[in-house]
């Protein structure tokens, strides 16, 4: 079981390069999330997909853009790289219906350095 | 709205001692609870959750929780810690209705020392 796939795992870019994080998940689940992790800060939520076609905010989204491009994967975009953006991203994936009980599926998380 | 405060953000533990890592929450409606764990270079794992029923909850390795409603906790224990427990540890809280988002909070390094 692959659960949820993210690339890539590691990425070094200069400021101002653009790029995309990718992932995608085989659970048929509707909901997709994208998180940052940065030390002494936990988990914060930058964007999120409840469903196919739908995407909202989270706490941090200043910087990121995201596509959900199909109900398997949901795409992190940063346009113009920071280093305030140096960190390790998280996408995670959630059942619906009466199975949700608010508990998330993690990938092993993208390590993006911004020089 | 709905928060998470774990009130110690590093424990250091000798091997084969017990360790308790502390969760406090706040939520103006039913909760479900959660405790992840975070080995170095790698993703989060559900360690275990509390959904309903009993409030002492078991997950793997050997860690328990227990649910007190009245003095919202949920706090993870493990009556004797190994190396290989060394990690970071996340506590969260889901609230209600269709949403469900889950709240983290900001995480609790344990080491475990030979």
């Known amino acids: 079981n692959a659960g949820v796939t993210q690339t890539p795992k590691f990425q070094v870019l200069k400021t101002g390069q653009s790029m995309t994080l990718q992932c995608a998940q085989d659970?048929?689940?509707?909901?997709m999330y994208w998180y940052r992790q940065d030390p002494g800060m936990g988990l914060r939520l930058i964007y999120y997909?409840?469903?196919?076609?739908?995407?909202d905010k989270g706490e941090v989204p200043n910087g990121y853009n995201v596509s959900r491009l199909n109900k398997r994967e949901f795409s992190l975009r940063l346009e113009s790289a920071a280093p305030s953006q140096t960190s390790v991203y998280f996408c995670?994936?959630?059942?619906?219906?009466?199975?949700?009980?608010?508990?998330?599926?993690f990938g092993e998380g993208s390590r993006l350095t911004v020089l | 709205a709905q928060s998470v405060t774990q009130l110690d953000s590093q424990v250091p533990v000798f091997e084969e001692a017990p360790v308790e890592l502390r969760c406090n929450y706040s939520?103006?409606?039913?909760?479900?609870l959660f405790w992840y764990v975070q080995y170095p270079n790698q993703g989060l794992q559900l360690l275990l959750k509390?959904?309903?029923?009993?409030?002492l909850v078991k997950g793997i390795n050997g860690f328990e929780a227990e649910f007190n409603k009245s003095q919202t906790s949920f706090h993870l224990r493990k009556p004797s810690v190994h190396i290989s427990d060394t990690a970071e540890y996340f506590c969260?809280?889901?609230?209600?209705?269709?949403?469900?988002?889950?709240?983290f909070g900001s995480g609790t390094q344990l080491t475990v020392l030979p």
């Open positions: 509390y959904l309903s029923g009993s409030t």
């Open positions: 995670a994936s959630r059942r619906q219906g009466e199975l949700n009980t608010g508990e998330l599926f």
């Open positions: 939520s103006s409606v039913s909760v479900y």
């Open positions: 659970m048929n689940h509707n909901s």
């Open positions: 969260a809280v889901s609230g209600s209705g269709s949403a469900r988002q889950l709240t």
């Open positions: 997909s409840a469903s196919e076609g739908t995407t």
